[in-house]
């Protein structure tokens, strides 16, 4: 059972992170765009 | 303040906010005694689902509203929630089969909700490939609203694809008829986590439009 909770944690920690990526890679592009734009 | 600098200011709030949620659902939400663990990526996954939901609806909202009034605004409107829209729908379509392969033991599988969400996410692709392989701006913006609509009709199917074919995916636990089916520390994480979402979308879709203001490439 241990061994269960730590692999169901495993897909939610990568979930999390991969969330984290996505959001905070179009926060990020989009700021470049903007940034390019007035350049 | 422009636009773009409130939709940046928006963004930030909202992804602090996002960390906020982030504690809350692996701190202080309990762990549910079937799934254990992974049932707390719930808690992205829904949210982020409605917010790629949000951002189709609007494009098929305001792509009725360009072909009434002929108003470039609702078709740069369009063209900045499909593209917010496909970053939701990222998350969505990644959370989804790290959720899934633990409970389901499988990453994906070809049932109805899960079909209708792929198309969602082409339509998304497609209505962002039309934009940029149509010059004319003339021709762009009702090219570009055919699609919009046609993935606004796609929304309902989407919802009630659990009710009208056999699939795994749960039920709808709170958008539905009766109350919402959660214990109340569950609850209130979701609902927080769908308002951090929405406040994501409204500070994205600021700056996207901002973006698009001023030139003929929305």
């Known amino acids: ?39 | 303040m422009t636009l773009a600098q409130r939709g940046r200011w928006t963004t930030i709030g909202a992804l602090v906010l996002l960390a906020g949620i982030y504690v809350r659902a692996l701190r202080y939400t309990p762990v549910e005694a079937h799934q254990g663990l992974a049932q707390k990526i719930f808690y992205l996954h829904v949210p982020a689902a409605w917010s790629a939901m949000l951002s189709m609806g609007f494009v098929g909202l305001a792509s009725i509203l360009y072909l009434l009034l002929k108003d470039m605004r609702y078709d740069r409107f369009a063209a900045a929630s499909a593209e917010v829209g496909t970053v939701f729908c990222c998350v969505m379509l990644t959370t989804g089969p790290l959720w899934a392969r633990p409970i389901w033991n499988t990453w994906w599988t070809w049932d109805a909700r899960l079909t209708l969400t792929l198309m969602l996410f082409f339509l998304f692709i497609g209505y962002l490939v039309l934009r940029g392989a149509v010059t004319d701006p003339s021709l762009r913006p009702r090219y570009s609203a055919v699609v919009g609509i046609c993935g606004l009709t796609l929304l309902p199917f989407i919802h009630l694809s659990v009710y009208l074919f056999r699939t795994l995916h749960p039920m709808p636990i709170v958008l539905k008829p009766s109350a919402p089916s959660l214990p109340a520390p569950m609850l209130v994480t979701l609902l927080l986590s769908f308002g951090v979402f929405t406040l994501l979308y409204i500070g994205f879709v600021m700056q996207r439009y901002a973006l698009g203001e001023g030139t003929s490439d929305a």
């Open chain 1, 1 to 39: 059972m241990p061994e269960q909770v730590v692999q169901t944690g495993g897909y939610m920690i990568a979930a999390y992170i991969v969330t984290a990526v996505i959001l905070l890679a179009y926060t990020i592009i989009l700021a470049r765009r903007i940034g390019k734009r007035h350049d």
